[in-house]
């Protein structure tokens, strides 16, 4: 009976003093209730990670398919610029890097170079 709370528990009862209202824990907040300063560093390295995957792999592609190639090197670019807004949201800033930065416009550019006939009416 006097154990203690868990940690989130305990974040949300500081934080939210209207129980009506609804809060995500942003990233940094989570790695570092979870595993203390270790677990900023640990997210940082998995967002490093990510990122030299990405940039690596957008490097040795020659033989890769086009959209591929267009996905990994937007992709290492667009990660870093989201990594901001990725660490001040929830787990929903998932869904805006994958569909709204990288696929979205992966395809976008991927269907505007496709080869075709262009013809012009005068």
């Known amino acids: 009976p006097d154990r203690p709370a868990p940690v989130y528990e305990y974040y949300t009862q500081q934080l939210v003093k209207d129980k009506r209202q609804g809060f995500t824990i942003n990233h940094a907040a989570a790695w570092y209730l979870n595993f203390g300063i270790a677990g900023i560093l640990i997210g940082a390295l998995v967002f490093g990670g990510i990122w030299v995957v990405l940039y690596n792999t957008a490097q040795s592609l020659q033989n890769m398919p086009v959209f591929v190639r267009l996905f990994c090197v937007l992709g290492a670019s667009v990660f870093v ?13 998932y869904k805006a890097l994958i ?10 550019i991927f269907i505007a170079t496709l080869p075709g006939k262009i013809t012009r009416k005068i």
């Open 99 to 108: 569909f709204e930065a990288l696929l979205l416009p992966c395809i976008l």
């Open 81 to 93: 610029a989201f990594i901001p807004t990725l660490v001040r949201t929830g787990p929903e800033g």
